[in-house]
């Protein structure tokens, strides 16, 4: 992903910086995504969607609630992030906020969805992320395979 940021990008339309010192924060970001914001919110993925409409059995409910405070905390760190920025990478959408997307997309709409309204500024961003023209073709590729 990294590499197709760097080599792939449109003028005006770039998802990295090429000042080293914002690539590093963006690069920051991404890896905060996969450390710690991913863990959890697949748990939560398979635990509330998948495992359901997979193979027919109800969320753990003891997982879903350990895995929504492990959620929690790395979103009032976002929340934190986001009042200095408007995106987790910096002033422009980048890499590490398209890395959120799927975890995004699969827990919109279940209980879950709650912990991202409750943080006005995480709420504002995943609005903003998951708006994006792009994100909605992918989005309807998704469906269109899922009908």
């Known amino acids: 992903m990294r590499f197709i940021s760097h080599c792939y990008f449109t003028p005006d339309n770039e998802q990295v910086y090429e000042d080293p010192r914002l690539q590093g924060i963006a690069a920051e970001w ?15 993925t398979w635990e509330l969607v998948l495992k359901p409409k997979l193979i027919g059995q109800p969320p753990d409910s003891t997982v879903v609630a350990q895995e929504q405070l492990k959620l929690a905390k790395v979103l009032d760190i976002y929340e934190k992030r986001l009042a200095e920025s408007n995106f987790l990478g910096g ?3 980048t890499s590490a906020d ?15 969805d709650q912990l991202f309204e409750e943080r006005p500024l995480v709420s504002a961003w995943k609005k903003s992320i998951m708006s994006r023209p792009g994100w909605k073709k992918v989005v309807a590729m998704i469906e269109g395979v899922q009908a």
């Not at 991404?30 to 939560?44: G, N, R, Y």
């Not at 398209?98 to 879950?112: A, D, F, K």
């Open 98 to 112: 398209l890395t959120h997307l799927p975890g995004l997309y699969y827990l919109t709409g279940t209980p879950v």
């Open 91 to 93: 002033h422009k959408y």
């Open 30 to 44: 991404i890896d905060i995504e996969d450390h710690q914001f991913d863990p959890p919110a697949s748990k939560l």
